[in-house]
């Protein structure tokens, strides 16, 4: 008995322990919007590196009245924008969100932001668990070069 007690225990702080970073946020950023638009997009990778999938059920931040999953898809030539309920990303894989496909929309920012600013998102899991991220607004993303010249 006191053998099943620890395997218990042990069973339970691995299970803690495995959390402690199963999803990496990278290349985050925001777009920098014309002065007093209402809503602004966060781009990102979501790289999940546990072997569950993980569900991002909920976006919060101090910095806006609301914001929504939101995923761009073309019919017939136009662009239209699901709001999605939740974002799933699949065990060991990656889920890109940039312009074009998945996004968070930001609405209603509460301050101006310009490039240089910084945001807090809390990333809320079906898990219960959360993950506060900083997104740097930009006017591009990284890896977007203005330019690339050839000779
Ligand atoms: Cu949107």
Known sequence: ??????????????????????????????????PNAQVLAAFMLIDNQSSESQTI???TSSDFEAIEIHQTVEHDGMMYMHKQEQLVINPKQKLILK?????????????QLTTGEEVELTLKFANKE???????????AINEKPSQHHH
Request: net charge positive; aromatic share 8%; hydrophobic share 50%.
């Open 57 to 59: 059920v909920k976006v």
């Open 1 to 34: 008995m006191r053998l099943l007690k620890f395997l218990v225990v042990l069973a339970i702080s691995f299970t803690q322990i495995v959390w402690a970073e199963p999803v990496q946020i990278s290349g985050q950023w925001i777009r920098e919007a014309p």
């Open 130 to 140: 959360e993950l506060v991220i900083k997104v740097p607004v930009r006017k591009s």
């Open 99 to 111: 312009p074009g496909s998945y996004h968070m929309m930001l609405m209603q920012p509460k301050r």
